[in-house]
């Protein structure tokens, strides 16, 4: 969206709040032509025994803008006297006639607002209404003084009697002192339709007692129907009633749908300012605001609604959510909350992603969530349903038009910070970020730093250990977006990430957080130009130290049970040939630390437990005895059905680490040597448990297998 020229007063219109506006500066929606054109009519027309003309629409449609507006070009004219009456400012048919007429005869006498030309004039018949109104109440309304008038209610009544032949004497000589009027007095009364029915009634009963002074034009302002039902009672027709008051009315039209456009996009740019937003979602932008959010405003009312409430929206969830669903989703909540609270409970029917293979159990699922997905769009206008899903989520396509989306697009809303993915929408609906998810700008980071591998390090170092499970995972669908160049440093500085990874499963179904490096390393490679993949991964594989990282890049790009190699089978002999004679010879400070050592052992090393000879020459030294316990260790998770409570039990990779020491004996004079080297030293917890599960295995306890 670029940005129009908008002029400060123009913004302060359009965030005003509910507030009508006050001239045609700021009018949005170009209907100052018809506020010159009511103003002409208003003074051409014949007003010899009064007039009342009608503005009306329905609430928020600008009826009181359009009223401001025809007030400011009747308020220049040196022929129109404008006199405002709020209706609110009185209770009770009594205190309305009073008010009224009082109200005219103080506006009439204003210094402020009296023209020259009708001066004298006006300060004649304000002083005519100030008697007429002093005769219609000899004792004037007093707030709060309702039970001094109810005292001398019959004092009031006899004085009214007996002035009943003045009163009809002052009615001619106020229209005779109008008709000689050079010129007319308009009188505006706005927010009728917001009266009490009672009050509407009364109100109409004043302006048709009283719309038949020459040269007085009342200028109403309402909504018809809820007028037209106020009036209405048991044999009486509202509409007609109605009628026969207003002789001229004027209906305010719609807004334009081009117009109001311009009103919301312009808005929205002038939220958006400064505010820091998320950058994907630009091409959907368009389609989104057209056939989502446009159709659902159709007043300036419903605007600036929706605006005000936008700003914090973008403030507390814009770097996470893409500014399209933001504003999409802003606007449901605004103008069809009932929408919006349907999307925020079936937030699994709008955003699972299913396997086109389908169960009896999944169809269950489907067609469970099929109806979901109808429920919401049926909350909304039909186009926008069908858009919303289209364009916001995606993946219930699968209910609606039976298109199908795979885990790469979901990776790809991820990326994008879409609502079609249902970490971005959960985090929209409550603002927070679940436990162990980064926030989006540290992922930017990464992203925006890869190409220069200092940068690429740093920023990667820079992210809490806590939050680089989620990062990485995050990361993977920008790989496609790395240049060629970079992809070898990058893969590099991936494999230095393994230590920051704990050895120690998180949960039962803790499956390893090592494939958050390896899904992108492996991508990387298959990007590579296959004439170019031995030499890229040859430069990958002597760039790194770490055996461990060795082992698991060359079980990625070597080949693999599918059949399919990135690397020449040459090239995979040999660089594993390299790695098992690395690690026979390795030093022991080199291994002592080293990540899964004996499952890398076991994969490098052709093993032999019967040839008596350990598989490498470090195996004895009780640093990497120790490590080779450590890595040893694995804890079996069981709970019982029904039951939330896990039962965890350590077991030993026995065969392995006999194998690995060439035997039995020398396993066990190796861990009896350990535990004289550890007796007087504090160890790490991992440790004790895996000499402790050593003893239990070497005592002859097994596992029971089930």
């Not at 349907?342 to 937030?347: D, F, K, S």
């Not at 179904?509 to 030499?535: C, H, S, W």
């Amino acid at each position: 969206m670029t940005e129009p020229s908008r002029t400060p007063d123009a913004r302060s219109a359009l965030f005003a709040g509910d507030d009508p506006i006050l001239n045609a500066e700021d009018d949005l929606l170009n209907r100052s032509r018809l506020a010159t054109a009511i103003a002409d009519e208003v003074q051409a027309m014949n007003a010899e025994r009064g007039a009342v003309v009608a503005i009306t629409g329905k609430w928020g449609t600008g009826k009181t803008s359009l009223l401001n507006m025809t007030a400011n070009i009747l308020r220049e004219q040196e022929a129109v006297q404008v006199v405002e009456f709020n209706p609110w400012f009185f209770s009770g048919t009594d205190h309305l006639i009073r008010f009224f007429f009082d109200e005219m005869a103080r506006q009439l006498r204003s210094e402020r607002s009296r023209k020259k030309r009708l001066k004298d004039a006006t300060a004649n018949i304000a002083e005519k209404f100030n008697k007429y109104s002093a005769s219609l109440s000899p004792l004037k309304f007093i707030p709060g003084a309702g039970s001094i008038l109810d005292a001398a209610q019959k004092a009031s009544e006899g004085i009214s009697q007996a002035l009943g032949a003045s009163i009809h004497e002052q009615r001619i000589e106020i229209s005779e002192a109008l008709g000689q009027l050079n010129g007319r007095i308009v009188v505006l009364i706005d927010d009728i339709d917001r009266l009490t029915r009672q009050e509407i009634r009364d109100l109409f009963r004043l302006v048709r007692l009283n719309g038949s002074f020459p040269n007085v034009v009342y200028l109403l302002c309402f909504d018809r129907k809820v007028v037209e039902t106020a009036l209405g009672e048991e044999g009486l027709d509202g509409a007609a009633y109605l009628e026969k008051i207003v002789k001229t009315s004027v209906e305010v039209p719609p807004a334009a749908d081009e117009a109001l456009a311009s009103v919301l996009r312009t808005g929205m740019i002038e939220v958006l300012a400064g505010i820091a937003t998320s950058g994907p979602g630009a091409d959907r932008f368009p389609d989104v605001f057209w056939q989502v959010v446009r159709p659902l405003f159709s007043t300036v009312r419903d605007v600036k609604r929706f605006l005000s409430s936008l700003t914090l929206t973008v403030r507390s969830a814009g770097d996470e959510v893409a500014l399209p669903d933001l504003v999409a989703l802003e606007a449901i909540r605004v103008m069809r909350p009932t929408a919006h609270d349907l999307i925020a409970q079936h937030v699994d029917a709008l955003t699972t992603v299913h396997g086109w293979q389908t169960g009896t159990r999944n169809q269950t699922v489907l067609s469970a969530d099929a109806e979901k997905v109808a429920t919401v769009q049926a909350a909304l206008p039909s186009d926008v349903g069908r858009a919303l899903i289209k364009y916001i989520f995606p993946a219930a396509q699968l209910h609606t038009e039976n298109v199908w989306h795979g885990s790469d697009s979901l990776q790809a809303w991820r990326r994008d910070r879409r609502v079609a993915h249902p970490a971005v929408l959960r985090y929209y609906l409550h603002r927070e970020l679940p436990s162990g998810t980064a926030p989006s700008s540290q992922v930017d980071a990464i992203v925006y730093a890869v190409g220069d591998n200092h940068a690429f390090e740093s920023a990667l170092a820079a992210i809490p250990d806590e939050y680089l499970e989620d990062v990485l995972d995050r990361f993977l669908a920008h790989v496609d977006g790395i240049d060629s160049s970079a992809i070898p440093a990058s893969i590099v500085t991936l494999l230095k990430l393994f230590p920051r990874f704990s050895e120690e499963p998180t949960g039962m179904f803790d499956f390893g957080r090592d494939y958050t490096i390896l899904r992108p390393v492996r991508k990387m490679m298959q990007r590579v130009d296959p004439e170019n993949a031995d030499l890229v991964a040859r430069a990958v594989y002597e760039a790194t130290e770490s055996p461990y990282a060795r082992i698991r890049f060359l079980s990625l790009v070597g080949k693999r049970e599918s059949g399919d190699q990135i690397i020449s089978p040459e090239l995979e002999e040999a660089l594993r040939a390299d790695l098992r004679e690395d690690l026979k010879s390795a030093p022991a400070d080199r291994l002592s630390s080293e990540r899964e050592l004996l499952g890398t052992v076991v994969q490098a090393i052709d093993c032999d437990s019967e040839s008596g000879e350990p598989a490498i020459a470090s195996a004895a030294v009780p640093a990497v005895t120790a490590r080779l316990l450590e890595t040893a260790l694995s804890s079996s998770r069981t709970n019982t059905l029904g039951s939330v409570v896990v039962n965890s039990e350590d077991r030993i990779a026995w065969d392995a680490l006999i194998s690995v020491f060439g035997g039995e004996t020398r396993l066990s004079a190796a861990v009896e040597q350990l535990k004289e080297h550890i007796a007087d030293q504090e160890v790490s917890q991992r440790l004790q448990r895996a000499i402790a599960a050593f003893d239990r295995y070497a005592s002859g306890w097994r596992p029971e297998e089930f």
